[in-house]
């Protein structure tokens, strides 16, 4: 049963839109939530974290918000530029598991077309 | 910046060879670990260590095996290569500050033939 669902597989967006990557999780006790960026062969690379008692954090062009009640946060990517293209992760700390173990969605694959 | 290296970066091998896949990191972090990822496929988690001496199996089981000499070092070893074993091999070592950040080498795209 997965703990951290990223249900859309792929998302195709303009260059210079708004890209909007969603993320839902089952467990409550999760305590930090954090995306990371994947291009193919190389590694993930961490994006942006948001803590549970935030609602929302932002660096640069990237956003995430955090929903609690919904059990939902998401990632706003604006304006996207062909660059982030690549495959991107939710994942979620669980304090009550084994420190440091993060819980990883499936991804979400974003094209950003020229 | 991370610093966390993954060799080969590429491997072809034929069945039945025993291989080891390398990682290490000079951040000083004690805990690491080995993922399994298949493309478009999420992150299995399939060995992590606490530091010296400490190797735990994760949540996907593997035929491979880990060992931890040295804070640094993490390799991962498969005694009989099968072709079910073509997969890409992501080591990361995490930051016990929170949001815990993992930090990922560029991984090992294994094939066997």
């Known amino acids: 049963d997965q703990q951290v669902k990223q249900n859309s597989p792929s998302l195709s967006v303009q260059e210079g839109r708004i890209s909007i990557l969603n993320c839902d999780y089952t467990?409550?006790?999760?305590?930090?939530f954090l995306w990371y960026k994947k291009y193919p062969a190389e590694g993930p690379t961490f994006l942006i974290s948001?803590?549970?008692?935030?609602d929302k954090n932002e660096d640069g062009r990237f956003t995430v918000f955090l929903n609690k009640s919904a059990k939902h946060l998401s990632l706003h990517i604006v304006p996207s530029q062909p660059g982030d293209s690549a495959v991107y992760f939710c994942a979620a700390s669980n304090p009550r598991g084994s420190q440091g173990n993060l819980i990883f969605g499936k991804g979400t694959k974003l094209s950003v077309k020229p | 910046e991370a610093d966390i290296y993954q060799t080969p970066r590429y491997l072809v091998i034929g069945t039945g060879k025993k291989i080891t896949l390398e990682c290490s990191q000079t951040?000083?972090?004690?805990?690491m670990y080995w993922y399994q990822q298949d493309p478009g496929m999420e992150l299995h988690l399939i060995h992590y260590s606490y530091g010296v001496n400490s190797t735990e199996k994760g949540d996907l089981s593997s035929e491979s095996t880990v060992s931890r000499i040295r804070t640094e070092h993490f390799p991962l070893t498969l005694e009989s290569a099968r072709p079910s074993h073509t997969s890409q091999y992501l080591c990361?070592?995490?930051?016990?500050?929170?949001?815990?950040?993992?930090?990922f080498g560029p991984g090992t795209r294994l094939t066997v033939t």
């Open positions: 948001i803590s549970s008692i935030k």
């Open positions: 467990n409550s006790m999760f305590d930090y």
């Open positions: 951040m000083g972090h004690d805990k």
């Open positions: 990361a070592s995490v930051s016990l500050l929170p949001p815990y950040e993992q930090y």
